[in-house]
């Protein structure tokens, strides 16, 4: 990860903290820009970018805030186990973009 985008990171962090509140979305415990963690709904890999593309899974919609790598897991859905919701969501990425 360059500079920027550890800038960017943390930027989207703090938006979204703002937003949802500074708890984790699984368990709801305390958690701040530096001790949160941007979990994926739908994961990050090389087959899901060349999928769908950055823009989509990098969309704060996809994103959860967690406090950490249990939490972070709790939250993931593969398209192929789920395939409805993450079409779903999908789309509603899409139609915001």
Do not use: W
Request: glycine share 4%; aromatic share 4%; with cysteine.
């Amino acid at each position: 990860m360059t500079r920027r985008e550890s800038i960017a990171c943390y930027e989207q962090k703090i938006a979204m903290l703002n937003s949802r509140g500074y708890f984790c979305e699984v368990c709801g415990k305390p958690i701040t820009p530096t001790t949160c963690q941007l979990a994926h709904i739908i994961p990050q890999t090389k087959n899901n970018l060349r999928a769908y593309g950055k823009r989509v899974l990098h969309h704060p919609l996809n994103l959860k805030l967690t406090c950490c790598l249990k939490c972070n897991s709790a939250v993931l859905k593969q398209p192929a186990t789920h395939p409805i919701e993450c079409r779903d969501l999908i789309e509603l990425i899409r139609s915001k973009l």
